[in-house]
């Protein structure tokens, strides 16, 4: 059926599957928030408001993106490259993905609400940091660093430490790995003009670089529990944490990068997942 096939290269594009990277850190400042269960009002629509905004900003970055999916052969299987998916399609699906973002917000309180307009923006404008700036990893990990802010946000409307330190830790974590994805594009990047830190830097570099971060995720993951004042069963998950980002860089080596995919998503939607089990423990 022509609808069924229709979503399904909806879900593609927007690569629904990658909504484990932000939905967990939601409900882990939404918990946290609350001290144990958010409720479900506050749940069910923290979790549309999540998918929403995410499905909108990954539509919009294929959007944005067209041209240069077009000429990548890497990316040249995409919906909306081979015509699954039209323009216009995907400029209606944007709307409607707004608007029930927004609605979502609007039922969760007002700050969500008044925050709703200036999020959409924040994520449509990071698909043309990488025209200009190798900082566009750290945009990305900022943009998905916003998750557990706004899971505290759905519960009581405050910036405490905890969800501040989340969200660095968050931002690391995405920027790490986003470096280690964009190695496969360097040579795409360079001549086609964009901008990433393995472009600009070398593989080698990029590497360290995305250690770097990584390193940054286990000492702020660390001190979230420590100002939540969580209990002994988050720090050993947060053990496990950092295992699994020790196995993640192990698998990748300058001169072999076969085992992106599996580093990048496979490994990062456990991390997620994981600490957020961490955090139910705990609480």
Same mark, same amino acid.
């Given at each position: ?34 001290? =144990?269960?958010?409720?479900? @009002? ?10 929403? $905004? ?15 999916? @077009? ?6 299987? @995409?919906?909306?490259?081979? =015509?699954?998916?039209? $323009? ?42 990488? +025209? ?36 660095? =830790? ?16 360097? %040579?795409?990047? @360079? ?8 472009? +600009? ?13 990584? $390193? ?8 979230? *529990? ?13 053990? %496990? ?17 076969? +085992? $992106? ?7 990062? *939607? ?6 957020? *089990? =961490?955090?139910?423990? %705990?609480?």
């Amino acid at each position: 059926m022509p609808f069924i096939a229709k979503s399904l290269a909806l879900t593609r594009m927007v690569k629904i599957e990658h909504s484990v990277f932000a939905l967990p850190f939601a409900y882990m400042g939404a918990f946290l928030a609350a001290g =144990g269960w958010p409720g479900w @009002r506050s749940f069910l629509l923290l979790t549309l408001a999540m998918v929403a $905004v995410r499905s909108f900003a990954m539509a919009f970055n294929r959007l944005a993106d067209l041209k240069f999916d @077009r000429a990548n052969p890497r990316t040249a299987t @995409r919906p909306l490259v081979t =015509g699954a998916i039209t $323009v216009p399609e995907t400029a209606l699906f944007l709307l409607a993905t707004a608007l029930v973002f927004i609605a979502a917000c609007w039922g969760l309180n007002r700050a969500c609400l008044l925050l709703a307009l200036p999020t959409l923006a924040l994520c449509a404008c990071y698909s043309y940091v990488k +025209r200009f700036s190798w900082l566009c990893h750290f945009v990305l990990g900022a943009v998905l660093g916003l998750a557990p802010v706004a899971g505290w946000f759905s519960v009581q409307p405050a910036l405490p430490i905890p969800v501040v330190v989340l969200f660095f =830790g968050v931002l690391f974590w995405v920027a790490g790995f986003d470096i280690l994805y964009a190695c496969q594009d360097l %040579a795409f990047d @360079r001549a086609t003009g964009l901008h990433s830190i393995p472009a +600009r830097f070398g593989i080698g570099p990029a590497l360290l670089l995305s250690t770097f971060c990584h $390193v940054n995720t286990a000492l702020f993951f660390l001190l979230a *529990g420590l100002s939540a004042w969580l209990g002994k069963s988050y720090y050993l998950v947060w053990i %496990a944490v950092c295992g699994i980002l020790v196995w993640e860089h192990a698998l990748i080596e300058e001169n072999d990068l076969s +085992r $992106v995919n599996l580093a990048f998503f496979t490994l990062n *939607g456990a991390i997620s997942i994981v600490l957020f *089990g =961490g955090v139910l423990f %705990a609480l």
